[in-house]
């Protein structure tokens, strides 16, 4: 078990936060790791990550410290996680696609272009023993509906549990690259797909959570052996005031969205690193689609590295504290994880399960869509995915899943039931002052006559006025 890799950067001043503020700045560096923060409500406030990245810092730094070492084992087999997190302009897309995720300089290159260089490099370096393939998906959550960048007809992903619980992306595109160039060009593709747009912060604003998704396949010829490592970058959209960004109309319903699926990480994380005694009973990742497509990031089978992007501006001081407050969280977050190796058949076997589930909905949706009209059927879909309904009878993981929910809400509504039934039994009590003297009195048969001994049994029972 190890903790999270938790880093935090500080991008240079804007000529907007220099024209507002001057060179005000809220960051006191104290070394490498530690620094001081201040802040007018909170006064000083000294923090420590396992990595500082000041202003001065190069793109090639953050990368090597980051990145590197989760490339190297993701390639042999070890999933891994690499998200940046921040308030809206704080250079969070800066940090993970540089200037331009093609044409890019050495010193402006960003996360991405560095990754897909590594991969390759060691997929050259390696043994002629052992064969690879890359594939690559990219996707966006965009008002809570997960859209696949390389084919946009596919705006509504379904997110799952395979057989061996790890979360997947059902019927996402997957491209098979073969070289850098190759895959830049299909990334760059799929970013220009992506949702933006302007707000007074930021004149080119994510108005979405952008997930890069690599599939690193290992195929070890002597022995027949599979190793498959899944190398997930995410680009969160930006956590906003509306005071600041003045945003409205369809800008304003999306900064809703955003700042709503942070605080479910929020939540997420809150749940894994604040339980008392160490032990976590319940994890809210089904909140949310990005906590649902974090899980296996958030604490089960990753590396992991955290971004906490600054500005470092005393204009942005709240925000800024609020994120180092967040990264400072999830430093705390336990996470394993292991090399996914297993044989040629299990894969085929795992593909195919996947494949049958699709195919069933398919037919399912074909079937109706004979029956009703086609509008008829869009919204009998959307309803029971909204509702969590749409899953396949097959999937048993699936099945267990609703079956924990149904559980769980039993559960529930017979805590609730007891409770009231609690409630009902005091009242009763305090009605009947003295039930055991009536019960002692309608015991006396030589005492009472038949109609004496049917009163104080009524009396026993029933609550007196």
């Given at each position: 078990?190890?903790?999270?890799?938790?880093?935090?950067?500080?991008?240079?001043?804007?000529?907007?936060?220099?024209?507002?503020?001057?060179?005000?700045?809220?960051?006191?560096?104290?070394?490498?790791?530690?620094?001081?923060?201040?802040?007018?409500?909170d006064g000083?406030?000294?923090f420590?990550?396992?990595?500082?990245?000041?202003?001065?810092?190069?793109?090639?730094?953050?990368?090597e410290?980051?990145?590197?070492?989760?490339?190297?084992d993701?390639?042999?087999?070890?999933n891994?996680?690499?998200?940046?997190?921040?308030q809206?302009?704080?250079?969070?897309?800066?940090?993970m696609?540089?200037?331009?995720?093609?044409d890019?300089?050495?010193?402006?290159?960003?996360?991405?272009?560095?990754?897909i260089?590594e991969?390759?490099?060691?997929?050259?370096?390696?043994?002629?023993?052992?064969?690879?393939s890359?594939?690559l998906s990219?996707?966006?959550?965009?008002?809570?509906?997960?859209?696949?960048?390389?084919?946009?007809s596919?705006?509504?992903?379904?997110?799952?549990?395979?057989?061996?619980?790890?979360?997947?992306?059902?019927?996402?595109?997957e491209?098979?690259v073969?070289?850098?160039?190759?895959?830049l060009?299909?990334?760059?593709?799929?970013?220009?797909?992506?949702?933006?747009?302007?707000?007074?912060?930021?004149?080119?604003?994510?108005?979405?959570?952008?997930?890069y998704?690599f599939?690193?396949?290992?195929?070890?010829?002597?022995?027949?052996?599979?190793k498959?490592?899944?190398?997930?970058l995410?680009?969160?959209?930006?956590?906003?005031?509306?005071?600041k960004?003045?945003?409205?109309?369809?800008?304003l319903?999306?900064?809703?969205?955003?700042?709503?699926?942070?605080?479910a990480?929020?939540?997420?994380?809150?749940?894994?690193?604040?339980?008392?005694?160490?032990k976590?009973?319940?994890?809210?990742?089904?909140?949310?689609?990005?906590?649902?497509?974090?899980?296996?990031?958030?604490?089960?089978?990753?590396?992991?590295?955290?971004?906490?992007?600054?500005?470092p501006?005393?204009?942005?001081?709240?925000?800024?504290?609020?994120?180092l407050?967040?990264?400072?969280?999830?430093?705390?977050?336990?996470?394993?994880?292991r090399?996914?190796?297993?044989?040629?058949?299990?894969?085929?076997?795992?593909?195919?399960?996947v494949?049958?589930?699709?195919?069933?909905?398919?037919?399912?949706?074909?079937?109706?869509?004979?029956?009703?009209?086609?509008e008829?059927?869009?919204?009998?879909?959307?309803?029971?995915?909204?509702?969590?309904?749409?899953?396949?009878p097959?999937?048993?993981?699936?099945?267990?899943?609703?079956?924990?929910?149904?559980?769980?809400?039993?559960?529930s509504?017979?805590?609730?039931?007891?409770?009231?039934?609690?409630?009902?039994?005091?009242?009763?009590?305090?009605?009947?002052?003295?039930p055991?003297?009536?019960?002692?009195?309608?015991?006396?048969?030589?005492?009472?006559?038949?109609?004496?001994k049917?009163?104080?049994?009524?009396?026993?029972?029933?609550?007196?006025?």
């Amino acid at each position: 078990m190890s903790n999270f890799l938790v880093c935090a950067r500080f991008r240079p001043l804007s000529s907007k936060e220099k024209r507002d503020c001057g060179d005000s700045v809220s960051v006191q560096k104290i070394d490498g790791e530690n620094f001081v923060f201040k802040d007018e409500k909170d006064g000083d406030v000294t923090f420590c990550f396992d990595k500082v990245f000041y202003e001065e810092s190069d793109q090639a730094d953050v990368y090597e410290f980051l990145a590197l070492p989760i490339v190297e084992d993701a390639v042999s087999g070890i999933n891994g996680t690499i998200i940046t997190f921040g308030q809206t302009g704080a250079g969070k897309t800066y940090s993970m696609e540089g200037t331009n995720i093609v044409d890019s300089d050495e010193q402006n290159k960003g996360l991405l272009p560095r990754v897909i260089d590594e991969i390759f490099k060691i997929i050259k370096c390696s043994k002629e023993a052992t064969t690879y393939s890359v594939k690559l998906s990219v996707v966006e959550i965009y008002m809570e509906k997960v859209r696949d960048l390389f084919d946009l007809s596919k705006e509504n992903i379904q997110i799952k549990e395979s057989k061996t619980k790890e979360i997947m992306l059902c019927g996402v595109t997957e491209i098979t690259v073969l070289d850098p160039a190759e895959a830049l060009k299909k990334l760059s593709s799929g970013i220009a797909n992506r949702a933006i747009g302007e707000t007074q912060m930021n004149m080119a604003s994510s108005r979405s959570h952008c997930i890069y998704i690599f599939t690193v396949q290992q195929e070890l010829l002597f022995d027949k052996r599979i190793k498959s490592g899944k190398l997930i970058l995410v680009d969160l959209a930006g956590s906003e005031k509306v005071e600041k960004t003045r945003a409205e109309g369809r800008v304003l319903e999306e900064a809703k969205t955003i700042n709503k699926s942070l605080s479910a990480l929020g939540n997420v994380i809150n749940a894994l690193t604040c339980s008392p005694h160490g032990k976590i009973n319940h994890v809210p990742y089904r909140d949310s689609k990005l906590t649902r497509i974090l899980q296996d990031a958030l604490g089960c089978n990753s590396r992991t590295a955290l971004l906490c992007c600054c500005s470092p501006s005393s204009s942005n001081a709240s925000e800024s504290l609020s994120t180092l407050r967040f990264g400072l969280r999830a430093k705390h977050i336990k996470a394993s994880s292991r090399v996914n190796c297993c044989e040629d058949e299990s894969i085929k076997k795992e593909v195919s399960f996947v494949q049958n589930t699709d195919e069933s909905h398919e037919r399912t949706m074909n079937k109706l869509k004979e029956r009703l009209s086609f509008e008829d059927v869009e919204l009998l879909e959307e309803l029971l995915v909204q509702e969590g309904i749409l899953f396949s009878p097959d999937s048993a993981e699936d099945f267990n899943s609703a079956l924990d929910i149904i559980t769980s809400r039993t559960i529930s509504s017979l805590h609730q039931a007891l409770e009231e039934l609690v409630l009902v039994s005091e009242e009763l009590m305090r009605e009947n002052k003295n039930p055991k003297a009536r019960l002692a009195a309608y015991e006396k048969p030589d005492k009472l006559c038949f109609w004496d001994k049917m009163s104080c049994a009524l009396s026993y029972l029933l609550p007196s006025s």
